[in-house]
């Protein structure tokens, strides 16, 4: 072997050591597999469930404390995104590796892809909407009450409601002129919602103030605020999945899923996981995610009966479904 | 300070005290350490085992009344504070929200408990405002934390008991302490007053008093300074006391002839004498005390000389028989002259290794002596050979010495009969001179008498060494 060679050879090992330590590369998502992933905060997972298989398909080790994700559009890129984080990072999935990191700033609480492909962030820190499109380039920052959390689209009347965590108001944009049109009055930590729109109402949840723990769904007019009705779903009912006009509350103080008709009648009603927070809709199947019991279980939307429970990460709190078009 | 160091006393004191109270402090705090720990531990335990039996009635499910009013019960009639809690708010079960209340347990003693392990708490408790020693017990539904049982002391009251036992503690090392510190000066004073002894003993002697000694019994290192001390002073004691002895024998044994030269030189200037004659006699007799103190004071010259290390020997091999007999030759007139008969018989074989005129001057001195105090009889002189050294023996039939003065002849000026004067012409240096003489040379004098029947001086001397 000649000098020349030598040295060629050599650099040539040192350049793979050193991408192998700098980019850290994660298992590989095929793309003709449909997912539920879970963003695990306790141990700084991301659990890719096979939802054909209903088995856990990979876990991905991070090293930031994301919160929440986001599938794009291209329905391989992930957008990953947390509280204490200066960036919002995107990974694709079939390369299970780091593709780009938006500069986000922290304070970034929840965020939404829009039906008009635009993504929408809460940002507790700046106490904006933040609107950026998918190459990741802000758009607009809309003021909103402090601490904004839950984000609520109205596709039909291009309105995204705004829910403040503590300080009782809910916020509207008008999401074609991105721009603030109203608010009102609601209860404090409110979290979780759900647009009525056959009734013209806004189901709001929460966790309840200080030592009262939240014991209703407070039912708001759409369009005074004012506040129609409770329905009682105990207790802490936190999380809203419409379907048609029924609604699945899912309530983590007391581990209760329930089916709520539009007019509030409980249809069914079922305990599930340990101190549940997030569940969603996939393949037809509703999907719960326990915080404390580390695991995702399957249900049947219709009877709410457990078809199967999968362990997932530590502590999932937010979950984000691709389903394959392959 | 200056004033707390400026003695060995308080010094030592200063130590003593100081290791005596960071030994007790270090004691105190140590014990209040383990008794503390020990009885938290205790009060750890019992809580644990309160917790697990309480938590053991708890059946699954949500918390029932039929529990929560047994917990009461229990807690009416137990001294622990015990409450169950069944809220998810208190249980931070809203924790990623970030809910802005304080809640009864916090993140990690909720990962801790959802475990099934109990949590412990020590310390200061901002919920109850105060500091409690306390253990959670989870209720554990599969893995749903359903509530817990919340027991604890409030501090104040194990500290009210380490508290007594810190009063206790304090009293008892308050009386040691100055149990401690009394004997500890009685120690160092007792240490301590040996030194100042000698050093007031130290100032009495450079004074010019050695008549001091002192009493110390110990036999540790301070008694083995007194004691060398007392050596040293009594050693001082007696070369003072030489030293004044020398100088008044000096003196005395000047004054005589001084006197005799003074009186017949006054009388022959004042022409006291009756006839030439007369004149003679006091001239004869001015000489020969002239000749008298110029010996003694060649004699003195001579001591002080052997005295000074710098005295050399110019020693050659010497056949000592040839010595003896020239140095005795010049006495055979005299000795016939008395009446006296000398005997000798020297073994020609003997060399010894000596300086020549320093050996003459011993011979000589000894038969100076013998001569003297001989009056008849005989003088007879012994030169043999014993194993590696040669033996010299002068023996006389002569006046001889008494025991009690045998031990003290060899000392300078030493005089058997005090009231006699040198009017024998000796310088009262001879033997002490001669003696020092032959230990110069390794040898050794000594001198064996009986009163009225003679004397015998015995010399030793190392042989020349024939390599």
Redesign the interface.
Known sequence: MSKKMYWLFFLWIITAFLTSCSEKRQPAIPEDISFAATVN??DMTISFVDLEKKELAADWAMEKPY?GALILPDNDSILLYGKQLETADLYSLKEGKLIDSWETGEGIVNGILLETNEIAFADQHLNKIRFFHLNGEEEKQVESEIDP?TLLESGEENKLFVLS??HEKLGIIDLASKEKSGEFTIHP?A?GAWLNKRNGEIWIGG??E??D?EQNIHVYDEETGKLKKKIPAA??P?NFLGQGNQVYVLS????MLYKINESGEVAASVSIA??P?EMAFAADKLLVA?????DLHVLEPENLKTLKSIKVGE?P?KIVIRESVK | MKFLTNSLAKKMWLTVTAAIIITILYSYFLSYLFYEKIYVENVRDSLLTEGRSLASEYQGGALTEDLRGKIEWYNSKSETEIFIVSNPRELSACLPFEIDYQTLIGKAEREELLKGNPVEKLGYEKRFDRKIMGVIMPLLDDNRLQGIIYLYVPLAKISEITRDFAYLWLAAAAVFTVISIILGTMLVKKLTKPLLDMKDAAEHVSKGYYDIHLNIDSKDEIGQLANAFNYMSSSIRKEDEKKRDFLANVSHELRTPISYVKGYSEALISGMEKSEEERQKYLQLILRESRRMERLVGDLLDLSKLESDEYKLEKMPLPLAQLIEDAIEKYKPILREKNVDLQYRLDPEVIINGDEGRIEQVIQNIMDNSIRYTAEGRISIRLSQERDQCLIEIEDTGIGISEEHLSKIKQRFYRVNKGRTRSDGGTGLGLAIAEKLVKLHQGELTVFSELNKGTKVRIMLPLLEIK
């Open positions: 905060i306790k919160t959390l965590f503590n930590s979290a966790h309840g200080g030592l723990i207790s802490m936190i983590h103080g007391s581990n340990a101190n927070f326990g915080y404390d019991s580390n502590g709190f």
